[in-house]
């Protein structure tokens, strides 16, 4: 018996092939192919499901990765599916090759850390994929930022997860990210004996059961979880309680107001901020609140960028296109930054940004808040 037909069929039932799915799934748009598309993906599902279509097809294996899991589609179901769900089941049916990697890398900080020592040189070992790797951070996390940090009066208490590709290339957002809370009353834990949430090896249908359990120790006692990366956060929000997303904490909370900053922004909704929790208003409050700062409504900003996890290495045509898309439109606004709340979505849009040659900053959020706030 397969995954599938593990699965409780109800969820496979879901889907009332309405069609509203298609215009928003970016593999749809580009093909125009139905097995292309959310439910024809669900069809392929059910197949697997009902004895119909070998699991090990080719068909399958493919649809099944050439999808992004950028979820637009649950944002735009009327019948709530769960998409990615389902996705995430047949991807374990499947398998990918090369996973094995995923869990080599993503299950020991210290093995990931070594890599990304490795990939600061300046040695092309793939030419196209070197030249999209994210600048690799002389200092980590956790040479950054102490395991407790006190702002003068303590208003919250709440831990930080520093991630995977967060920790090794975007370490900058982390300490951004603590001087911001603790601009605002907050007490910052982060703790040394934390690892990979384990989205990276849940998207492509790895178990991330070990990393959960062991997270939920180093996370234990404490009011608030904080995490930056739009992936991350989604997936914490299925097995903690107390996970917020940087954006949604700092509103709810309520900021301190920042010094000015005159730019022009536009904001990139990443994926599973937008469509995987549905957070969209609040990382623009928060751009809106620093004064001085032009916020400029990006045309198609929750399309996909192409980053999806891996999805820019495993699928680099599609992906491409993607890229090419998003960075014509980011480059109509006249922006000088444009601002997302994803690592993967950062490193796409940087990279964009040098090969087609759209001259923008590319930062988090949290990033313009803190200069503001400094």
């Not at 680099?316 to 993607?322: G, I, K, Q």
Request: include cysteine.
């Amino acid at each position: 018996m397969n995954r599938l037909q593990q699965l409780d069929y109800s969820i496979l039932q879901q889907c009332i092939h309405c069609g509203l799915c298609l215009p928003t799934c970016p593999t749809y748009d580009a093909t125009k192919q139905e097995t292309s598309s959310p439910r024809g993906r669900i069809q392929l599902m059910r197949a697997v499901a009902d004895g119909k279509l070998p699991a090990d097809s080719r068909q399958f294996a493919h649809e099944m990765f050439f999808c992004l899991g950028c979820l637009a589609c649950e944002t735009a179901c009327p019948a709530g599916v769960n998409y990615a769900g389902m996705l995430e089941t047949a991807r374990a049916e499947v398998g990918l090759s090369g996973s094995w990697i995923l869990r080599w890398l993503f299950t020991n900080p210290a093995k990931l850390r070594a890599v990304a020592k490795l990939l600061r040189l300046e040695v092309p070992f793939a030419p196209e994929l070197y030249r999209m790797r994210p600048r690799i951070q002389q200092k980590f996390s956790f040479d950054l930022i102490r395991e407790v940090e006190r702002p003068a009066g303590v208003r919250h208490r709440v831990c930080l997860l520093v991630g995977c590709v967060q920790d090794v290339a975007y370490s900058d957002v982390n300490r951004d990210t603590v001087d911001v809370l603790l601009a605002n009353g907050c007490e910052v834990v982060t703790p040394r004996s934390q690892v990979c949430c384990g989205s990276v090896l849940a998207h492509n249908g790895e178990s991330a059961d070990e990393l959960v359990r062991h997270n939920k120790i180093a996370f234990k006692d404490v009011d608030v979880i904080i995490v930056n990366s739009a992936g991350c956060v989604s997936f914490m929000k299925h097995h903690f309680h107390n996970v917020e997303d940087i954006s949604e904490f700092l509103v709810r909370i309520g900021i301190a107001t920042p010094k000015p900053l005159k730019v022009r922004v536009a904001y990139h909704d990443a994926c599973h901020l937008v469509h995987g929790q549905k957070i969209s208003q609040q990382p623009r409050r928060l751009l809106r609140a620093i004064p001085g700062v032009e916020l400029v409504e990006l045309t198609e900003a929750s399309w996909c960028c192409g980053s999806a996890g891996i999805y820019n290495i495993t699928q680099p045509a599609m992906s491409m296109a993607l890229l090419e898309r998003k960075m014509k439109h980011i480059a109509s606004t006249g922006a000088s930054i444009v601002a997302t709340a994803n690592p993967g979505c950062i490193g796409q849009l940087r990279y964009g940004a040098k090969k087609f040659g759209v001259p923008v900053e590319v930062a988090h959020p949290v990033t313009l808040l803190a200069r503001a706030c400094r």
